[in-house]
């Protein structure tokens, strides 16, 4: 059974996965909300053991300086959380959880009663290329984007400067991109700003995903992202941010994704990875990782046995 903390708002993907978990445990899913109008439900866990599925986003300002856990620090995070939040945290506050999941949950900070969860991976497994069909893929760099981040605006700018830098074409407008792909020659990025009133479908976006060697993966109005688990990773090489975030499984730069330390490197290490010897055995780990977090395996052989030993 899984309770919403705000009976009129939540986050659909948590609760629809979520919900496939096999335990008999209450879970109590917390998602951001700027006004959270209380389940009144929440307190029929009140003296029974229930674990809390948390994946608030902090927003792109957020310092890191602490994780936010709501029965805790929550007068911390004021910017964050307002509103009907008070009851959900006095109620955490006297009724602790068996085990805490958090989605933006820091390094730091983790313990066995305190874990990372993450959006799992619902696409269905790819077929694996061999080296000469990865290297022969027509696009260098895959981003589709939104504007919750700023270094996601930025980024697009950036990629358009380098294309003068390092003499690559861009596509910028999925209409054009039919035509990009059969009228430009030599190398190929495509960076598509995808506004939530024009999305387009997520298995058209892949697929073109599974053109690129590189797909890029920034943070949003949370630093793990849709893109992390269950979107770049799932037929390309991923290129993130690196973080101090404790995640499930580990993206190591190099292994099974590519890193940058800075906002505005992102070129840079783009460019010093497509021309490394190394970039096709990434690409294997990399979906090696999108199998750890496609949705079974990732409830059965990660949250279960936590949840078993709470």
């Not at 439900?41 to 994946?55: C, E, H, M, N, T």
């Not at 029965?71 to 911390?76: L, R």
Request: glycine share 6%; charged share 25%; net charge negative.
């Amino acid at each position: 059974m899984v309770i919403c903390a705000d009976k009129s708002r939540t986050d659909g993907v948590a609760f629809e996965f979520l919900q496939q978990v096999p335990t008999d445990i209450p879970i109590l899913l917390i998602s951001r909300s700027e006004h959270l109008d209380f389940n009144e439900s929440v307190l029929g866990l009140a003296g029974k053991p229930f674990i809390v599925a948390d994946y608030i986003e902090n927003g792109w300002e957020w310092n890191q300086a602490e994780t936010f856990i709501v029965g805790q620090n929550t007068d911390h995070f004021g910017d964050v959380c307002v509103s009907g939040w008070g009851r959900l945290d006095e109620f955490l506050a006297q009724n602790k959880p068996l085990k805490y999941f958090k989605r933006e949950l820091l390094k730091k900070d983790r313990t066995e009663w305190l874990c990372p969860i993450e959006y799992p991976n619902r696409q269905n497994p790819y077929p694996i290329q061999t080296e000469a069909e990865f290297n022969a893929r027509p696009i260098d760099v895959f981003n589709f984007w939104g504007r919750s981040h700023e270094a996601r605006v930025q980024l697009h700018g950036d990629i358009w400067k380098g294309a003068s830098k390092y003499g690559y074409s861009v596509c910028d407008n999925i209409y054009f991109f039919n035509d990009f792909m059969a009228n430009e020659q030599g190398r190929k990025w495509v960076s598509l700003w995808m506004p939530h009133y024009r999305r387009v479908g997520i298995q058209h976006i892949l697929a073109i995903n599974g053109m690129s060697k590189l797909s890029m993966s920034l943070p949003g109005a949370g630093i793990k992202c849709f893109r992390s688990t269950g979107e770049a990773i799932v037929n390309s090489v991923m290129v993130c941010k690196e973080d101090d975030l404790a995640w499930s499984y580990p993206f190591v730069h190099f292994e099974n994704c590519i890193k940058f330390w800075e906002f505005g490197d992102e070129i840079s290490a783009i460019e010093k990875a497509l021309q490394s010897s190394s970039l096709y055995d990434v690409y294997c780990e990399g979906l090696k990782a999108a199998d750890w977090y496609r949705a079974d395996n990732y409830i059965n052989n990660y949250l279960l046995p936590l949840i078993n030993k709470a």
